[in-house]
């Protein structure tokens, strides 16, 4: 007998494409956003399939358990039934991949529809979700997301624990997920200030990372943002605009923690010789 296990990575929150977010100059945290994905894999149950139909993933600010309000969409997902047996062996599947607002995530819901079925001994069972089309799969998740870094979260579903048999002799199967949640960072973020600020002419900050050049020009408070970076060592660099009179500037030893942001301070720039 096959053995499975599935997993939802959210929110995922990780891995790709991160280095190509767009840096963001505001220095008001409520007008950035974060990355976020949600994969499925594999995990451990006594069946032939379990075929999942994912229709939304969708997200709330807030705690609380009020299913009336606060539910959005992640958006980016494309709705489809899954076997997770597909998904052994360290495979994976994504099922979401957006930028949300920054700030508290208090819960997340998968929204499933109504092809839901269990094989067991080469039958097919449907796998009932009574409160799943209405309400959803609810996880509380209570993280503060950093502005412009990236996050995957993992959705672990016991599966063997979930699926059980209805009393009597109905043969149908129900969902009562039990799902463990886990969190992690996968980039962090640069920020530091131009002091005095070049008013009247632009300042572009860049980080080479890997093969990509991350970049964004600081805002008319001499703000700048690099978003998307990964953890490790870097070195800055500050071009204005050639106009200005004002050198190119090197910072080198920047070091980032997933998860965090580096806040290199106020930095000068000196005059061309």
């Not at 979700?129 to 502005?147: D, E, F, R, V, Y």
Request: one cysteine or more; aromatic letters at 6%; a negative charge.
């Amino acid at each position: 007998m096959k053995k499975i296990k599935f997993y939802a990575l959210s929110f995922s929150v990780i891995t790709f494409m991160f280095l190509s977010l767009i840096g963001c100059n505001s220095s008001d945290d409520s007008t950035q956003t974060s990355r976020v994905s949600i994969r499925m894999t594999d995990a451990p149950g006594d069946y032939d399939e379990v075929n999942i139909d994912v229709r939304d993933v969708l997200i709330k600010s807030s705690a609380d358990n009020d299913d009336s309000k606060g539910w959005v969409s992640i958006g980016n997902v494309t709705p489809m039934t899954y076997n997770l047996l597909d998904l052994t062996g360290g495979v994976n599947v994504l099922l979401a991949d957006n930028l949300v607002p920054s700030g508290f995530l208090g819960q997340v819901r998968l929204l499933l529809g109504e092809n839901n079925t269990v094989v067991k001994d080469g039958v097919t069972y449907s796998l009932k979700t009574p409160s799943a089309k209405q309400s959803g799969l609810k996880l509380q998740i209570n993280q503060t997301l950093l502005a412009g870094a990236s996050y995957d979260f993992l959705l672990d579903f016991d599966v063997h624990s979930s699926i059980v048999v209805q009393a009597g002799n109905s043969g149908n199967f129900n969902l009562h997920p039990v799902i463990r949640v886990s969190t992690a960072a996968t980039s962090g973020v640069i920020k530091g200030t131009i002091n005095p600020v070049l008013t009247g002419y632009q300042v572009l900050a860049s980080v080479q990372v890997g093969d990509t050049v991350v970049s964004a020009y600081a805002n008319d408070l001499g703000v700048f943002q690099l978003n998307g970076i990964p953890a490790g060592t870097y070195t800055v660099t500050l071009t204005p605009d050639i106009a200005s009179g004002k050198a190119i500037k090197i910072i080198p030893g920047i070091v980032v923690e997933n998860g965090k942001m580096t806040n290199i301070g106020d930095v000068s720039l000196d005059s061309i010789p």
